[in-house]
Antibody, heavy 118, light 107 residues
Framework: QVQLQESGPGLVKPSETLSLTCTVS?????????WGWIRQPPGKGLEWIGS???????YYNPSLKSRVTISVDTSKNQFSLKLTSVTAADTAVYYC???????????WGQGTLVTVSS | EIVLTQSPATLSLSPGERATLSCRAS??????LAWYQQKPGQAPRLLIY???KRATGIPARFSGSGSGTDFTLTISSLEPEDFAVYYC?????????FGQGTKVEIK
């Protein structure tokens, strides 16, 4: 069974860097179509942040592109998100998700709330 | 960027009724559209992909249709567990985009 689990700080100060890791179990991250990060501000809808192929190729949301980096560590079966220069507007539940069987996100982590506050 | 517009924003229905949700794309996405269900405090769950294919384990009361720019998610007879928020998402182009969601609430 494919499982994804986000980990990282729940509180980040303004102007600092948000860093999250997604650990995948039950499936090799080197396989599959791609993996990604999606966020959801409290009470709002879903926003795609970016995706990464097993090869390391990445695609980012243009609205975040200047601040986002997604990377993959196949040896640890993990992929990661870094978002720099955060503000209160980056406060959200961050989900990692996987598309191992198709180009759609059929596996999701439980989500982790990241609050940006001093 | 492809903008997905969902309607209505809220749908108030009773258990047993039929729900019809709409998703309109700002340009053609062919059949590369998915529907997700999200309940409070939970991650989204993939229901429908490629416009009309049910994901693994999804009940037959959920069906999707459409192509190009107009898509519909139909729940033939609402069960109590179906009251949730539904999102459409396209994978035709980068960046991937989601609709703003339709909340199906109990009337």
């Amino acid at each position: 069974q494919v499982q994804l689990q986000e980990s990282g700080p729940g509180l980040v100060k303004p102007s600092e860097t948000l860093s999250l890791t997604c650990t995948v179990s039950g499936y090799s991250i080197s396989s599959g179509y791609y993996w990604g990060w999606i966020r959801q501000p409290p009470g709002k809808g879903l926003e795609w942040i970016g995706s990464i192929y097993p090869s390391g190729s990445t695609y980012y949301n243009p609205s975040l592109k200047s601040r986002v980096t997604i990377s993959v560590d196949t040896s640890k079966n993990q992929f990661s998100l870094k978002l720099t220069s955060v503000t209160a507007a980056d406060t959200a539940v961050y989900y990692c998700a996987g598309a191992p069987n198709s180009y759609y996100f059929d596996y999701w982590g439980q989500g982790t709330l990241v609050t940006v506050s001093s | 960027e492809i903008v997905l517009t969902q309607s209505p924003a809220t749908l108030s229905l009773s258990p047993g009724e039929r729900a019809t949700l709409s998703c309109r794309a700002s340009q053609s996405v062919s059949s590369y559209l998915a529907w997700y269900q999200q309940k409070p405090g939970q991650a989204p769950r993939l229901l429908i992909y490629d416009a009309s294919k049910r994901a693994t384990g999804i009940p037959a009361r959920f069906s999707g249709s459409g192509s190009g720019t107009d898509f519909t998610l139909t729940i033939s007879s609402l069960e109590p567990e179906d009251f949730a928020v539904y999102y459409c998402q396209q994978r035709s182009n980068w960046p991937r985009t989601f609709g703003q969601g339709t909340k199906v609430e109990i009337k």
